[in-house]
């Protein structure tokens, strides 16, 4: 049986109803902004998700993945790097006329949506900079992952349970990852400014921070 027809047999009547309606990327957003943002220190499947309304950035990063996979899209994510003052982001891809986009969920403002109005993933990541930050106003991204496409994990059910999704954490930790910064441009880095910093917690769960 394939992953999506296991999915949407999973499904109840109302969220097969709800599930139908996510027919673009912005809408899955949208569905994710309204999601609480959890604090839990373990992963939850897509079906999860839709269950809970709870997700952190790997649980939404999943659940877009899958809604995307939904509608025609492969199940593409990225693991974008920080240094060791703050926590990766997942991405959940998608491209639209040659062009890359993304869905996400995140405790900071900035973390979230992008438009598929970038050439290349490099160009996609880098749009993430000024935004990915730590609660000390230190601009903490470094590096991103090569894609990876869920599709390999589908034998371990990753869309209805959750009892495996620690092999595609440990799966991300091993695959080819791109530097973004020399040791020199990280020496020049200023903090954010404090008025865009507080503008990217605006609705944050304190619990949900990393705190170096």
């Known amino acids: 049986m394939s992953a ?3 999915f949407n047999q999973s499904l109840t009547d ?3 109803t709800f599930m139908a309606k996510l027919t673009d990327p912005n809408k899955i957003q949208l569905f994710l902004d309204e999601l609480i943002y959890s604090a839990d220190p373990f992963y939850r ?3 999860q998700v839709l269950q809970d309304k709870t997700a952190h950035c790997f649980d939404g990063a999943l659940f877009a993945t899958a809604a995307l996979r939904q509608i025609g899209y492969p199940p593409f994510i990225l693991d974008m790097i920080p240094n060791q003052r703050d926590d990766d982001h997942l991405l959940a891809l998608y491209k639209q006329e ?3 986009g993304a869905i996400a969920k995140s405790n ?4 979230r949506f992008r438009e598929p109005v970038y050439r290349n993933l490099r160009e996609l990541v880098m749009s993430y900079f000024e935004q990915y930050y730590n609660v000390e106003r230190e601009k903490t991204l470094r590096g991103y992952t090569v894609p990876l496409n869920l599709e390999r994990f589908d034998k371990f059910n990753w869309m209805t349970m959750p009892d495996h999704l620690d092999k595609i954490a440990d799966k991300l930790d091993q695959i080819r990852r791109f530097d973004l910064l020399s040791d020199k441009m990280t020496k020049r880095l200023s903090l954010l400014d404090q008025r865009s910093y507080q503008a990217g917690l605006m609705g944050v769960n304190e619990k949900g921070l990393f705190r170096p």
């Open 108 to 111: 900071f403002v900035g973390l």
């Open 14 to 16: 109302s969220e097969k």
């Open 4 to 6: 999506i027809k296991l």
């Open 98 to 100: 040659g062009h890359w």
């Open 45 to 47: 499947c897509p079906l």
